[in-house]
Every structure is written in C-alpha cells, then in structure tokens.
C-alpha cells in the first residue's frame, strides 16, 4: 500500500462520496461557522483534503484566495463541476499532497485540514510541512477522526478493510497523542472543541496557531 494507492481508492470511489449525506449537518455547520470567524478577508487559505469541494464552495467566499487540495484527480474534477455550476472568483481547486506544496513568498495565513490527518501516512513530517506553509503566526485549524479513542472493534475492522480494498490507509491515534505531535512541529493549541451534536465522535476540532 502507497500514496499511490490511497489516491487510487479515492479515484474509485469519489462519485459514491459525492452523493453521500453529512451525517451531523448541524454539527458540519457550527464547524464552517468557527472557521469562518477565524478566517479573515486578506487571508490566503490552503486547504488539504478537500474532497468533492463542499467546504471549499462555502469558505472562499470569505478570504481572498483559497486554494483547495486533494491526492484524488476523482475528487478534484467532481470538486470542479460543482464549481463550474457555482463559481467563487477566489476559489481553486488543485490534485496535489501537502509535501508536494512548497513555501513561497506569500506564505498561507490559514491551512485547513477537516477529516485528514488520520490518511497521511508520515504525520508527523505532514504537520512539520504544514508549518513551513505558514505565514508567521498563521493558523493550522483541523478537525480529525482519531481512530485510537473510538470502538476498538474499528481498530481491528480496518486492516481487514484495506487488505480487501475496501477502505484506504488510516492512522491510528488518539486526541492526546494528536495534540502533541501537533505542538512538536512548533504550533501552539489555541483551542479544542468538539462540535458533535450528540456526545462526543472522537474528531476534535483543534485551532493551532503557527509558533
């Protein structure tokens, strides 16, 4: 199993993603709400693993540049039609990884990452990468499933699942370790929140700002 493959995965089941339903839609609308307050309209804003785009289609409006990632072409060209039907002028979609990113002269004033760190397979080098990305005091604002704290029967169902293609690479971690490596790769935890409507689904929403 590879990035290559993960990407794979996804390529084959985008179009079964994109007509998926968001399970917690008031709990999805509190988070754009958080973010959106964070978010301010000077800001350059990178998001990785944006999916079929949703997030991205209702956040760009807000800042003035957003650049929204994923490893999936699949994603990306659903992510793109929804676009071509709605266009936001700062919005643009890209197929890439976060290490394939480079820092530049304008930096990111904001990276985004909602259901991802959990797929990248050198998390911490992913975080560190991030970092670089950011400009001084930027903020890193996530919000991850972390497997480690959830059913341990998903701990034991999911290499089965990747051994029979049924599901793509995914780490295993709790919130505590997720913090730490977080603040290892030089960001301070500003916040941690939970946005569940109901209890708690182990997918913190964490604000970083960039030390």
Not at 35 to 50: F, H, I, K
Request: aromatic share 6%; proline share 5%.
């Amino acid at each position: 199993m590879s990035v290559a493959s993960d990407a794979r995965f996804w390529d084959r089941t985008s179009r079964k993603y994109a007509k998926g339903a968001i399970a917690d839609q008031a709990g999805y609308g509190r988070t754009l709400d958080r973010t959106r307050a964070l978010l301010r309209p000077d800001d350059r804003v990178l998001e990785l693993g944006c999916g079929t785009g949703t997030t991205a289609l209702r956040l760009a409006g807000d800042v003035q540049d957003y650049l929204a990632t994923d490893i999936s072409a699949g994603m990306i060209a659903i992510a793109n039609e929804k676009h071509a039907d709605a266009p936001v002028p700062a919005l643009a979609f890209r197929t890439t990884t976060a290490e394939e990113l480079t820092p530049d002269a304008a930096p990111f004033n904001a990276v985004l990452g909602f259901n991802y760190l959990h797929l990248v397979r050198d998390l911490s080098g992913t975080l560190r990468h991030i970092h670089a990305l950011l400009a001084a005091e930027g903020l890193f604002i996530s919000k991850t499933p972390c497997v480690g704290d959830m059913n341990p029967l998903i701990r034991v169902a999911l290499p089965v699942m990747r051994a029979v293609g049924k599901a793509p690479y995914a780490g295993v971690f709790r919130a505590t370790e997720l913090g730490q490596l977080i603040c290892a790769a030089g960001f301070d935890i500003l916040a941690t929140e939970s946005h569940a409507t109901k209890g708690n689904d182990n997918r913190p929403y964490i604000v970083a700002r960039k030390r």
